[in-house]
């Protein structure tokens, strides 16, 4: 059988256990699953490595010991050992070092619940589960884009929408920040851990020898306050091949500011920090007078800012709302644009995150240690024949060749502007600036005929250039 019709068939039999009520319980339940299986299967190849290796979990609560054999535990006796002694074995681990594998189990467990009221039920999830094999490369490398299908379903889940943001558009701000092996990446509110894989993967391309890989172990990091997203990044990170993910369970807002050193400053950050939320009083006196607020985003643009190292780069998705914001926000704008360059905000169109929101967001791409002179502008536009994005029609990392052909050769277009500092301090920060350039006949262009003006300007500048250069006898 397939990975996809055993992904297909554990989803159709947890559809009939009363006790799980939708897809965000129905992922949580399968991923504390899932996470135990990947655990044992990759203890099985440390046992291999290291004959004195020693599972973190009592020898009962094993993966192999009580769900492996397929005739093993059903029924009423596999719920009240699942509810009765696993959970409460794990949640309270004795004896585990802070960063070690049984920290981590603890960790995963401290906020996980079985939502399963059928024994029998479960029994034939565990089943279904037990077919795949987490030390095949081909299995976890199947099972990894039904990993991320799973978690992309999350944005049709209600609240848990927050927590994923789309592929192409994790993938884009990784390529444009570029992150090299060496390099700490962190993501302060890393939801189910989309940004830390794709740097991930990015700088495992550059790995060529096993402590370039060891390097990279140590190089990610990720923050993450809820329950649900967490031990979904975390297994995220195992199915990529991190042993030991350096995701803490915590609320990165709830450090004072004052508090944090050069040892926690890092090289990157790549994030979309939860906005529309709003934080308690205690969380706001972390912060200096004049940055106070309950904007969860804005606190998150204060804190990026006190992470970054001198030399570091940023990317972050906002909504609107913070570039035209008023009040704390454009004293947080001020200090953007005087302690960063901040040199790209592509715009994005309406329905990138839908259906969780229809909010229009922006990329905002910034380096630390230098200030703003001017900010270049994009305006993205909907491919060809489209007027939104939908579930079935994404945004696609193709759309993004755009802005990448332009990026190292930036020229004026239909949907590349750019505006100098002073004219953004003169309208109180105000980083809300429309598109000068789009006249009605560009209203529809499609991203084929763009790309295609683009090139033609590129052409364009070549063969003044080449003229230029003969003219002055150079």
């Not at 309270?92 to 467990?109: A, I, M, P, Q, T």
């Not at 990720?222 to 915590?250: A, C, M, Q, W």
Request: hydrophobic share 35%; glycine share 6%.
């Amino acid at each position: 059988m397939t990975i996809a019709n055993i992904v297909k068939s554990i989803q159709d039999i947890m559809r009939q256990d009363v006790g799980v009520d939708g897809d965000a319980q129905r992922i949580a339940q399968l991923v504390w699953m899932i996470f135990l299986k990947i655990f044992d299967d990759k203890e099985a190849e440390l046992e291999l490595l290291d004959e004195e290796y020693r599972s973190p979990i009592p020898e009962k609560y094993r993966w192999r010991n009580w769900a492996a054999n397929d005739e093993g535990m059903t029924g009423d006796e596999l719920l009240e050992f699942v509810n009765n002694e696993l959970f409460p074995a794990l949640k309270e681990l004795s004896d585990v070092e802070e960063g070690s594998r049984g920290y981590l189990v603890r960790e995963v467990f401290q906020d996980s619940y079985n939502y399963m009221k059928s024994g029998t039920l479960m029994r034939q999830v565990i089943n279904k589960i037990n077919e795949i094999d987490f030390n095949s490369s081909e299995d976890r490398h199947l099972f990894n884009d039904f990993y991320e299908t799973f978690l992309r379903d999350l944005q049709s889940a209600g609240n848990a929408g927050e927590y994923y943001t789309p592929r192409a558009v994790t993938q884009f701000m990784v390529d444009m920040t570029n992150p090299q092996l060496g390099e700490k990446v962190l993501d302060p509110a890393c939801g189910t851990g989309g940004f830390l894989t794709c740097a991930l993967e990015h700088l495992m391309k550059q790995a060529k020898t096993v402590e370039d890989r060891q390097l990279v172990q140590s190089s990610i990091l990720g923050i993450e306050k809820k329950p649900l997203p967490h031990i979904l990044s975390v297994t995220n990170l195992i199915l990529h091949d991190i042993d030991i993910p350096k995701i803490r369970r915590d609320n990165s807002l709830s450090r004072p500011l004052r508090d944090y050193g050069m040892k926690d400053k890092v090289d990157v950050i790549l994030t979309n920090p939860p906005f529309g939320g709003i934080e308690e009083d205690g969380i706001q006196a972390n912060f200096p007078a004049s940055f106070r607020t309950k904007e969860t985003a804005d606190l998150f643009m204060v804190l990026i800012l006190t992470l970054l190292k001198d030399g570091g780069r940023a990317a972050v998705v906002l909504p609107d709302g913070f570039l035209f914001g008023e009040g704390v926000k454009t004293r947080i704008k001020e200090k953007l644009l005087s302690e960063c360059n901040l040199h790209t905000i592509v715009r994005l169109p309406n329905g990138v995150f839908a259906p969780y929101t229809g909010i229009r967001t922006n990329l905002l791409f910034f380096t630390k240690g230098e200030p703003t002179k001017e900010i270049w502008y994009f305006e993205h536009p909907y491919p060809e024949g489209q007027k939104s994005y939908s579930k079935t029609k994404p945004i696609r990392i193709e759309e993004f060749d755009l802005e990448k052909q332009w990026w190292g050769n930036r020229v004026e277009n239909e949907y590349a502007w750019k505006v100098t500092v002073e004219e953004i301090r003169s309208i109180n920060y105000n980083l809300d600036v429309k598109n000068p350039n789009k006249s009605a006949e560009d209203i529809d262009l499609d991203v084929s005929q763009i790309l295609k003006r683009i090139q033609q300007g590129n052409r364009k500048i070549e063969q003044l250039t080449g003229e230029l250069i003969k003219i002055l006898g150079y």
